[in-house]
């Protein structure tokens, strides 16, 4: 596809800064040279390669979400105090999505951040096309790097198995690295359900059924997720779960490739038909909170921590963005919507990596050096333990995993989340695109889609006209696009 990064549109809107925290630092960047001093002793320089001496301080556009920032503080502080030559400019703000596009927009490679931790508010579109315009930095070298706490092995050696092919490429290249794993599906008390004598663990299609019916009878909403945010949906029915019908018909390969490069029918394929359908009769059966429209994502958690509804679709970080609600004895269950019929069939559930960490490109060598150190350095097994017990954040080495004493130091939902997976060797993945398309019809499809959400998991909307109707928009896209 062609680069489409010039049609990006400023943004003229005046970003209110939610907070400029410094860490560790001593004022203002010092701007570094892009080489080393010379005449160098092997006492003035650290293990890596880098100078101890020459200071340099690294911009950090930081997102303030459901993980908090406890674990990147963590993190920065072990960090300076292993390599005090570095100092960090630290702006947190929970808009920081609005802030980066300001600065895309506005094109000065001194003003941007070296490192940023989410996508601009075209999302992973927006990437690529940052990515495929030359403006971030690739990330492919990371994975044989060697990690400072395990010097003897790469860092591919030590993630989890899957996790490395989740990375998004852009042309053949990766230009986001993440430094811990996330899970989605549905979640709920566990203390309740074992009360009630519930299902947690349904195999199939039908057993999920026979569990929302027994839900209901009870007078739970079976299943809640924010309407206002109906993306949230996709946590526990999103594209994984066509993934799990096409393997079923076994073709998966093929639909997830057209998944990516958005090849033939997205919207009224056989998988996606399908998977439409079976919401839209749980719909009708109302296994959804009528007030669903006016929910935000913390008041649908909050149903289920109050007893209002039995599941919430969401994240792995829900624990950790609930914790000041949340009672103290309370225990979070997950599970996976099973779309299969059989139980030798496999279960897909949406995974990932998430703590993306994004590189401009326009940086001199030595920031990017040091920001690519940083970010080995969040994948220390000390600072993955952290960000795990502190934040909920699933860990990406596989070594911390297999070690049952740091396992049970997790929060309860990540345990869940871990057995789960284990009881029903889950097969996890992540959906993501690889080209961008920029044609407006595309975001008019996206929009027409999520509108129509709400309305098909009410069952007040046959999703079959919306489909056909966005997909004659995204074909319209795709021809611009090939122009």
């Not at 070298?141 to 852009?170: I, N, Q, R, Y």
């Not at 018909?249 to 009224?268: L, S």
Request: hydrophobic share 35%.
């Amino acid at each position: 596809m062609r680069n489409k990064f010039g049609k990006l549109t400023a943004l003229s809107l005046a970003v209110a800064m939610s907070g400029s925290l410094l860490a560790g630092c001593t004022g203002k960047t010092e701007k570094p040279s892009a080489s080393q001093p010379q005449n160098q002793t092997k006492e003035d320089v650290y293990e890596n390669g880098l100078s101890k001496t020459e200071k340099v301080t690294l911009k950090i556009g930081f997102f303030m979400g459901g993980y908090g920032r406890e674990w990147f503080d963590y993190a920065v502080k072990s960090f300076q105090a292993k390599y005090p030559n570095v100092s960090f400019d630290v702006t947190a703000s929970a808009d920081m999505k609005n802030m980066i596009q300001t600065k895309v927009s506005a094109g000065n490679d001194n003003d941007m951040f070296d490192i940023f931790n989410t996508t601009p508010p075209s999302g992973a579109q927006g990437i690529i096309s940052l990515a495929e315009a030359g403006k971030l930095e690739p990330f492919d070298d990371m994975f044989d790097k060697k990690l400072p706490d395990v010097p003897g092995k790469a860092m591919k050696e030590l993630m989890m198995p899957g996790l490395a092919e989740s990375f998004t490429k852009v042309n053949g290249k990766v230009y986001e690295f993440a430094t811990s794993s996330s899970y989605g599906g549905l979640f709920f008390n566990k203390t309740l359900f074992e009360q009630k004598g519930w299902n947690q663990n349904p195999k199939t299609w039908a057993d999920f059924n026979d569990l929302l019916a027994k839900i209901k009878v009870d007078g739970l909403a079976p299943i809640t997720f924010p309407g206002v945010y109906p993306n949230y949906y996709d946590w526990a029915f999103g594209p994984a779960k066509l993934f799990e019908l096409a393997d079923i018909k076994g073709n998966a390969d093929k639909v997830i490739e057209n998944y990516k490069t958005y090849n033939g029918p997205q919207f009224t394929s056989e998988e996606s038909l399908e998977h439409w359908n079976r919401l839209y009769e749980l719909g009708k059966k109302g296994y959804f909170p009528e007030g669903l429209p006016a929910l935000n994502h913390t008041q649908s958690q909050m149903q289920v921590i109050q007893g209002q509804a039995a599941m919430v679709s969401t994240g792995s970080h829900v624990e950790n963005e609930m914790k000041k609600t949340t009672p103290e004895d309370f225990k979070w269950g997950f599970m996976a919507v099973p779309f299969r019929d059989k139980v030798e069939q496999k279960l897909w559930i949406r995974s990932g990596i998430t703590n993306f960490q994004y590189m401009w490109a326009g940086k001199p060598d030595l920031n990017k050096k040091w920001s690519k150190e940083f970010i080995l350095w969040l994948m220390t097994l000390d600072n993955q333990q952290f960000a795990a017990e502190k934040a909920g954040a699933l860990p990406m080495r596989k070594d911390l995993i297999d070690d049952a004493s740091k396992v049970v130091k997790l929060s309860t939902s990540a345990q869940a989340i871990l057995k789960y997976i284990k009881d029903n060797d889950a097969r996890s993945y992540k959906p993501h695109r690889t080209v961008s398309i920029s044609d407006p019809n595309l975001a008019k499809a996206n929009k027409m889609m999520e509108e129509a959400t709400v309305k098909i998991v009410l069952g007040k909307q046959d999703p079959k006209p919306i489909l056909e109707e966005a997909d004659a928009l995204l074909k319209k896209a795709v021809e611009a696009q090939k122009k």
